[in-house]
Each structure stands twice: as structure tokens, then as C-alpha cells.
T-cell receptor
Framework: GEDVEQSLFLSVREGDSSVINCTYTDSSSTYLYWYKQEPGAGLQLLTYIFSNMDMKQDQRLTVLLNKKDKHLSLRIADTQTGDSAIYFCAENNAGNMLTFGGGTRLMVKP | EAGVAQSPRYKIIEKRQSVAFWCNPISGHATLYWYQQILGQGPKLLIQFQNNGVVDDSQLPKDRFSAERLKGVDSTLKIQPAKLEDSAVYLC???????????FGQGTRLTVV
């Protein structure tokens, strides 16, 4: 089955690192994604990782994948107030279907 | 490159009325998705097209929802008749196909009263 789970809420101070976690169940997923959604806007792809990788770094973003535990995380270094948004992880299975988690609301305090 | 275009941005209708949403994907994108996002939840896939054929519509409430993608480009999603629980943001996305990233439109916010 396909079920993607995330914690609902994360609050950090500006300049700290944020870590958003996600668990998924479909072991056939080939790509895993992180999307960002700001109020009133559509989803914006932040980064993705192929399932045969365990880490990907892209500027302030670091994605870690533990395929054995089906655990994905997104680390944002030096978090800024502009990073406040809802973050969704998603898995892409062999049918090219994107299944999303419920989203984690990140609040960055000045 | 133009993004995914959706219209209208907002729609308010009474229950039992009909409504239609329109989506124009990024040029050349073979795969088109319609998602329903209820407030406070993640997007849920309603239907996925590959060109003008349906790949998956297992979560589309077919008694009231319909979608088409004529000529493999634009798509419309219709609800008839609408229920209160259909209030949500309807997101359209497109991708090149394969396992390419999906690009999302801004969505249509539907309120059923």
C-alpha cells in the first residue's frame, strides 16, 4: 500500500537548522520529492532524490534517505523567515503516480 | 517557459450546482494530473492522464466527477452535482512523463455553500 506520513508542525528560530521528517511505505518508489507550498500558492518542487542514493545536497537543503526504514528527511540550514511554509514529501511509484504526505507546517521565528 | 495555467482561481457555488475547472499544462508535457487538496491535508490524486488517455482514476468519485483531456493538451474537470465536502483547492500538474518532476498550477479554490 501507499501511505506517506509527516509530523504536522515544526517551529524553529531564524538561523537555526530545520529538519522535516517523512515516512513512506511503498518500497517500489523510485523518486522521492520535497515540495514547498506557501499560502495561496501551488506546490513548488524544492528537491528530489533517487531511491539508490542516500544523500543529496543542494545549497541550504540536504535530503537524507534511509531506504531500509523508508525514512526521508529534509534539512534546511540557516533557516530564514521566508522558509515559513508547508512542506510536503511525495513518493513516485512505478506508475508515475505522486502520493503526498499530509504536510509539515514550518514556522520560523525571528 | 510558461507554467501550468488554471482557471478560475476562485469559485463559490451552492450545493447541487455544477462547476468546471480548466487546466493548460506546460507545452510538451505528456502527463497531466488533477489533485484535490482539502484544507489542512496533502493533495490527493483524482486522475492522471498520459496524453489523452487515462492512466489512473481510481480515486475519482465517478458518480459526480468527470475529467477529459481532448487532443492531449488542455483538460477540464467537472463536478455535477457538487456537495459541501467538495470544498477544496483543485490543483492541476503536468510533467514530461516517465519519472520527471511535476509542475503545479496555482489551483482553483472551490467553496460549496
Amino acid at each position: 500500500g501507499e501511505d506517506v506520513e509527516q509530523s504536522l508542525f515544526l517551529s524553529v528560530r531564524e538561523g537555526d537548522s530545520s529538519v522535516i521528517n517523512c515516512t513512506y511505505t511503498d518500497s517500489s518508489s523510485t523518486y522521492l520529492y520535497w515540495y514547498k507550498q506557501e499560502p495561496g500558492a501551488g506546490l513548488q518542487l524544492l528537491t528530489y532524490i533517487f531511491s539508490n542514493m542516500d544523500m543529496k545536497q543542494d545549497q541550504r537543503l540536504t535530503v537524507l534517505l534511509n531506504k531500509k526504514d523508508k525514512h526521508l528527511s529534509l534539512r534546511i540550514a540557516d533557516t530564514q523567515t521566508g522558509d515559513s511554509a508547508i512542506y510536503f514529501c511525495a513518493e513516485n511509484n512505478a506508475g508515475n503516480m505522486l502520493t503526498f504526505g499530509g504536510g509539515t507546517r514550518l514556522m520560523v521565528k525571528p | 517557459e510558461a507554467g501550468v495555467a488554471q482557471s478560475p482561481r476562485y469559485k463559490i457555488i451552492e450545493k447541487r450546482q455544477s462547476v468546471a475547472f480548466w487546466c493548460n499544462p506546460i507545452s510538451g508535457h505528456a502527463t497531466l494530473y488533477w489533485y484535490q487538496q482539502i484544507l489542512g491535508q496533502g493533495p490527493k490524486l483524482l486522475i492522471q492522464f498520459q496524453n489523452n488517455g487515462v492512466v489512473d482514476d481510481s480515486q475519482l468519485p465517478k458518480d459526480r466527477f468527470s475529467a477529459e483531456r481532448l487532443k492531449g493538451v488542455d483538460s477540464t474537470l467537472k463536478i455535477q452535482p457538487a456537495k459541501l465536502e467538495d470544498s477544496a483547492v483543485y490543483l492541476c500538474a503536468s510533467s514530461l512523463g516517465g519519472l520527471g518532476e511535476a509542475f503545479f498550477g496555482q489551483g482553483t479554490r472551490l467553496t460549496v455553500v
